[in-house]
């Protein structure tokens, strides 16, 4: 007993030498599809996931330094706390330490232009926490005394100066909250911790002279606290909240803040989606290669069985197969998606830092979880793409009451049409499912695959439409000329379960084209139909960069608005102030408005609510009107009153009115006075200002006179009403750029699969051909009666793929609108899906397998049983 591992493993060796080396000596090609095919669906999950971490870490670079020293973090999103809780918080029994950060965006005007600046400010003097982040022997100063003395001294990364040749003692132009600043560089930094998730952008200052730079008096970004040795953590936490009331929040320091992820959520969402797709693409081509695999060598398992072979062996041994092609396409796939994940951070950064806050996204964050998850899915899939068919075609082979192969798959087609019965109201179900929660690449998971259950089960309804379709279709085709069509007929009904593998793949493919295509189109409408009708102002000004319209502009000084207003042939001017904030599970944006401007020079769609009694309620400070996406997400009504942490503690408003507002993008908005955030905020400055004005004014002109008016001030975006709606529809678009991009890596699987399947059809077809040759076929009818098959194919998997996209996708688009971009996004957005759309993916996969078709055709052309049928007789015409 002892020895039957020995001759167990002696036994697999011999097999691998007689089945397995010579079936990939002489199929490579087949070999490499079913790597490439796990390689893309691994890359596109691994991209997604290390984009997704990139991305958080990137948001994380304003709470980065310090982290690893600190035990706590007082924090309030980017509405920042009050300075002096420090205080506050340093004589709590258990507290060692406790020391302040601000942080804050910036643009150096630079000879070959603006770039970003992060600047990063603590106690210089006296915060032993954050000092240890800088190594000071290292440092290079010009005078120490000088980082203390001078109110605009600044210590720059030692890499990005040297790339933009700055000296020590040079002076940097800085675009600030508080308009143009001189800054003086003090020194250059050594390597920092941070370095990696600020890149080569950071500047250390003195936090004084920052507050003092920025107007930020006793307001600063977070506070760390250093536990004393032994402090039981929880209840030194406790303790700080019931000090710190309302003003903000204590969370532990050594982790990544949950609500960073939960501002993310769409962007998690957004690129979740496609790399399930992907995965599940991938699982149909996986598939289709496995069982090319295996059913190629069905002649051989038969011998082998025949001379004593056990069958478990031959399982086994192709079960080994598919776990090295899973594991080495997991490889290839995980160096992919990391490539992949480099290419495409750019795009994923500046999205982000369009929408929720400035960030450079410098580096790929890898991460470890999604890399194992995309691994392990892909071996997964392509073992289990081998136990299939390994079992089928080896009960095939034993079973003796199995009359005729061609019996036996129609038999298999029935048995899969059931199970596909099944699948269908459990993808119908998974809408419900997403109501329990998930976000980000969860919810992106369940949506995925509640679209992909209900996909495959249609998918295997394929073959019963071919036994209802092709004879009635044969009937029709009694014509001389339809020859081609009624061959192509047969040949896919000669093996019903290969042709419905193809189909569902070109089905799979066009329905979510369509749901993808329908998403985008629903949200994009839907937020320029909203400009349309809410925005009235001929111009919007805005930082550099910025859209003018959601949270993560760079704020401008209040002061701008009185300069824009003495302009000639200005009207009014009307600031805007957006600050997002966490709000239970999720962030808020808290925006001011004045009163007045609700429902005048600010056109409204009210959902619910008294717009005058709104307004009086904004004007005493106790009432709110908000967005629709706030009151969704969060489960608010008409009349609740809602609480928000602020600096001075917490503001209880009473919500008046409920409208259709996108200015905060997914976040949801809170609308106050001008006067209470300045008051309970803290915020005087302003995210865009609104210019209307007077009647024949050409607007390219006062575009330009506000552009020379702000120059010297700040490098500002001016931008007429039709720039400022094309502005917001690029950012739209940009969300979904990789989105686009992964795709397309999925689709390049689904070309794969369909070339590999003409391909083996017509080789397989050799005896066929010759067959049909001796009839009086000849060479050009069987090649278009080929090319017809591949016809009839698109046009069977691309109309059931559309009519998925619409008809039923009235279930899956209109879901992935109304369902999962509202509860992973808080988008309610009329759904919205052109005809030329439909109309095009049709063309288009009937296309592409027509081109398949004729690409796997080419090097037929030159085939022994090809080649019989032109050279018998030299001519085109019947033998």
Known sequence: MRFEPRRRIATLHALYRLVTRPYVRSHPGRAALLLVAVALGVSTVAASGNLIESAVASLESSWEIGRHQADLRISNGFAGVPEDLGEIVSGVPGVESAAAVLHVQGRVLLEKGAVDLSIVAFDLLGDTLHRSEVDWRDLD??????????????????????????????????????????????????PMPADEAFGETVAVMDLPAAQLLLDRDNS???????????????????????????????????????????????????????????????????????????????????MLRALGASRRSLVVLLLAEGLAAGALGAALGLALGLALAWLASGIVGQVVGSIYHPLTMSAVHVSPGFNVVAAVLGIAITVGAFLSPAS???????????????????????????????MIPLGVASGWLQQAGPQGERLAAVATSGDALLLFGVGLQVPVIMVALFPWLLRRLRSSRAVSVRLAVHELMADPGRTAAVITSVLVGVAYVVITVGAVTSLRET???????????????????????????????????????????????????????????????????????FGSL???????????????????????????????????????????????????????????????????????SPELLRSRWRASDATSFHVWLA??????????????????????????????????????????????ALELIASLAL????????????????????ILHELGATRGRLLSAFLAEAGIVGLLGGVLGCFLGCAIGALLARRMVGTTMQIGGGFTVDFSLPGAVVAGTLVGAIALCLGCGLLASLPARHSEAFAASRNAGGSEEPL
């Open 527 to 597: 937020i320029v139909g909203w400009i349309d009708e809410t925005h009235t102002a001929d111009l919007v000004v805005a930082s550099s960069a910025s859209v003018g319209l959601l949270p993560s502009g760079m704020p401008m000084p209040g002061r701008f608005a009185q300069i824009i207003a003495k302009l000639p042939k200005v009207e009014r001017v009307g600031p805007m102030r957006l600050i997002a904030q966490p709000y239970g599970k999720r962030w808020v944006v808290i925006a001011d408005r004045e009163a007045d401007l």
């Open 141 to 190: 100063v010009e005078d120490e005394a000088s980082l203390l003395t001078r109110t605009d001294a600044v210590i720059l990364d030692r890499s990005f100066a040297s790339r933009h040749s700055i000296a020590i003692g040079a002076a940097l132009i800085v675009d600030l909250s508080t308009g143009r600043q001189q800054l003086h560089v003090a020194g250059l930094l050594p």
């Open 220 to 302: 600063v970004e977070f506070i760390d606290v250093k536990l004393a040795s032994g402090a039981d953590t929880e209840k030194v936490r406790e303790r700080l909240a019931s000090l710190i009331g309302d003003r903000a929040v204590v969370e532990d320091a050594t982790r990544a803040p949950e609500e960073i992820r939960s501002l993310l959520s769409s962007v998690r969402l957004i690129l979740g989606v496609p790399g399930w797709i992907a995965i599940v693409i991938g699982a149909l081509v996986i598939h289709h290669a496995a069982w090319l695999a295996v059913s190629q060598r069905k002649p051989q398992l038969d």
């Open 751 to 770: 070309v794969v699969a369909v070339v590999s399947f003409f391909a083996l059809a017509l080789g397989e077809r050799g005896d066929h051909v010759r």
């Open 602 to 672: 600010y056109p409204v769609s009210l959902v619910s609510g008294d717009l005058e009694r709104a307004r009086a309620g904004i004007r005493m400070g106790t009432g709110t009107v908000v967005s629709r996406h706030f009151a969704a997400q969060h489960g608010h009504t008409l009349g609740d009153v809602v609480e928000f942490r602020s600096p001075t503690g917490l503001v209880r408003l009473r919500i008046d009115a409920i409208i259709d507002d996108l200015s905060s993008a997914d976040l949801g908005t809170v609308f106050v």
């Open 695 to 740: 009647p024949g004014a050409s607007r390219k002109a006062a575009a330009d006179s506000v552009r020379e008016a702000l120059r010297p001030h700040c490098d500002c975006t001016v931008l007429t009403l039709a720039q400022f709606r094309e502005r917001i529809a690029d950012v739209v678009d940009a969300m979904f750029y990789m989105a686009y």
């Open 392 to 422: 089928a075609t080896l009960e095939m082979a034993e079973a003796l009451h199995v009359a005729t192969p061609s019996r036996e798959r129609w038999r298999r087609a029935r048995r899969a049409a059931w199970i596909g019965a099944g």
